[in-house]
């Protein structure tokens, strides 16, 4: 199942400008003669990662999202999952080789897997569009999401698109009331949900995958409303303040964790995944394998992932005591705490 790898672009020629100086600092280190030499590049790449990624822009970090070499789905499923057999067709209008579904072994237990993929070689991407799916890849995926209830099995969720496929035949064919059902269905799903986010986490065409008892993200996958560069547009009327848009977004794994919107954050590899998919994987691995063993010990609570929903965008407001004493009555005035306010309401 794993995608083709060996035509895709490797080494220097798929590398982002901060990374560089480390793939030549490796190639150095393969060539080394000495220990004393080995050594003393050990130490000088040792600081070079170090110094790079404790330092990453949330620009850099959306580029290490789109890397060309990052595992994608597959390369995971493949790598902890035994006995994966995909199933295809959303039994309406046809099949989106975007959206990968199927079941498989977790460490002998069954499961079912949805997920984006995005492809690796020229050839594979525009098969699979991108890993932007039709609606008929996000009905596809929620026959699997049923078939999972009936069956009483877990359900792992991988994202990574771009966006859900803005095409005018994806319209036709329901694109948006596709992505608000997946969402009130897996809201109300009765079977345990985790979700990873691999690279990229786009906008609505991520969510309707996304929504999870326990929602994990890659240290350097990305999770936003819209791409950088349209929200520059939008904004600006500039693409090129992409790299302001991004830092305004909040892109990073570490702001959304703060933020609520996700549960736990996967640590990278030195280099970030696409140096070690196998890491990457050990890791991913042991999170999922966390997940269940707390699901089966019977922590899991279908109330519990509502209340965490229901409480993303909850805000508190705190004000100034001269604020305070001008125009608040003597009740609000002497509360010991502000109120939440809900965003999402009329108020």
């Given amino acids: 199942m794993t995608e083709n790898r060996k035509s895709a672009d490797s080494g220097l020629d798929a590398s982002l400008p901060f990374e560089r100086r480390i793939i030549e600092l490796e190639a150095q280190l393969e060539k080394a003669g000495t220990d004393q030499e080995r050594r003393a590049l050990e130490r000088e790449l040792e600081r070079e990662r170090e110094t790079v990624f404790s330092n990453l822009t949330p620009w850099q970090r959306m580029q290490l999202a789109r890397h060309q070499r990052r595992p994608r789905m597959l390369d995971y499923v493949t790598r902890i999952l035994d006995d994966f057999v995909e199933l295809h067709g959303d039994r309406a209008i046809g099949d989106d080789p975007a959206i990968v579904a199927g079941i498989g072994r977790f460490k002998g237990q069954t ?9 690796v070689t020229t050839d594979e991407r525009t098969r699979r569009n991108f890993g932007m799916p039709h609606p008929e890849g996000y009905r596809k995926a929620l026959r699997m999401f049923h078939m999972a209830e ?10 990574d698109t771009p966006a859900a ?20 269905e897996l809201a109300g799903l009765r079977t345990p949900v985790f979700v990873a ?15 999870g008892d326990w929602v ?6 990305i999770y936003v409303v819209c791409p950088p560069e349209s929200c520059a547009e939008i904004l600006w009327r500039d693409k090129e303040k992409k790299e302001q848009a991004a830092a305004a977004m909040k892109v990073a794994a570490k702001d959304l964790l703060e933020l609520g919107t ?11 995944a696409h140096r070690d998919p196998d ?26 992932r509502q ?24 009740q609000a005035r002497n509360a010991s705490r502000p109120a939440a306010v809900d965003l999402g309401g009329d108020n």
């Fill in 262 to 272: 996700i549960d736990a954050v996967l640590p990278e590899p030195p280099g970030g």
């Fill in 216 to 221: 994990a993200m890659f240290e350097h996958a």
């Fill in 150 to 159: 009936r069956l009483r099995m877990p359900i792992l969720n991988f994202v």
């Fill in 111 to 119: 499961v079912v897997v949805a997920g984006h993929q995005k492809g």
């Fill in 279 to 304: 890491a990457a994987a050990n890791v991913l691995a042991d999170e999922i394998e966390r997940f269940l063993t707390g699901c089966r010990e019977a922590r899991w609570s279908l109330a519990r």
């Fill in 307 to 330: 209340h965490k929903f229901r409480n993303m965008g909850l805000w508190v407001e705190r004000r100034g005591k001269a604020a305070e004493a001008a125009d608040l009555p003597d």
């Fill in 197 to 211: 986010i691999l690279g990229e986490g786009g906008s609505g065409g991520a969510l309707a995958v996304a929504v």
């Fill in 165 to 184: 496929y803005p095409g005018v035949v994806a319209e036709q064919h329901g694109q948006g009331p596709v992505i608000a059902r997946n969402l009130l």
